[in-house]
Structure formats: structure tokens, C-alpha cells
């Protein structure tokens, strides 16, 4: 199995920053795309932003030009560094990985940290 673990959330005033790590460990080939989704209460999960292996990115609208995903493929993990916070930025972020791993032939699945809070005050 992988486990994906998130770090970096917090309380944070209106205009600061915050980075985000998740770090994904376990038996794993490789991975593919990594990134970073956030759930406000009552709403969908939406994205946020994701990268591939080679570092082409995409951002959500709401976050272009504050937010950069970044990764460190040695350490099979993915970054988020957040800044001029909103509070509508307010949300629990969770990272995502797709996973290659070989057992009796490849297996390609998406595993889900437990997610971070973070708290953005007006």
C-alpha cells in the first residue's frame, strides 16, 4: 500500500502565506501526476492544482498567480506554497498521487492523503 502524508496547514491572517507538503511512501514503481484539492464545508472537492512527473503544472482559476505546486521526485513529494491568502481560501487540502505500482502485472491508482487544515482570518 502508499500512504500520502500531508504537513504544513495551520492559522494564518488574511494576505499571509503558508507551504503545504505531502510525502508519499510505500510500494510504489513510480509516480505519475501529483497534486493538491481542497473541501470547504458544504461544497465539492475542487482542485487546486497538479503536477506531472516532468513538471508541467495547472492551476485553478481562483488560485493562478498565488499558489505554486512544485515536487521533489527523489523524495516522491509534492509542495504547495500559498500565498496572499484569502479567507476564502479557507479549507481542509488534500494531495493526491497516481500511483504505479507492478505485482502480478502494472497497477495505475490514485491514492488521497488525509488532508490539512487551513484557516485563512479576515
Known amino acids: 500500500q502508499v500512504q500520502l502524508v500531508e504537513s504544513g496547514g495551520g492559522l494564518v491572517q488574511a494576505g499571509g502565506s503558508l507551504r503545504l507538503s505531502c510525502a508519499a511512501s510505500g510500494r510504489m514503481f513510480s509516480i505519475n501526476d501529483m497534486g493538491w484539492y481542497r473541501q470547504a464545508p458544504g461544497k465539492e472537492r475542487a482542485l487546486v492544482a497538479t503536477i506531472t512527473r516532468d513538471g508541467n503544472t495547472a492551476y485553478g482559476d481562483s488560485v493562478k498567480g498565488r499558489f505554486t505546486i512544485s515536487r521533489d521526485n527523489a523524495k516522491n513529494t509534492v509542495y504547495l506554497q500559498m500565498n496572499s491568502l484569502k479567507p476564502e481560501d479557507t479549507a481542509a487540502y488534500f494531495c493526491?498521487?497516481?500511483?504505479?505500482?507492478?505485482?502480478?502485472?502494472?497497477?495505475?491508482?490514485?491514492?488521497w492523503g488525509q488532508g490539512t487544515q487551513v484557516t485563512v482570518s479576515s
Open positions: 493526491k498521487a497516481n500511483v504505479i505500482q507492478m505485482g502480478d502485472r502494472w497497477y495505475v491508482t490514485d491514492y
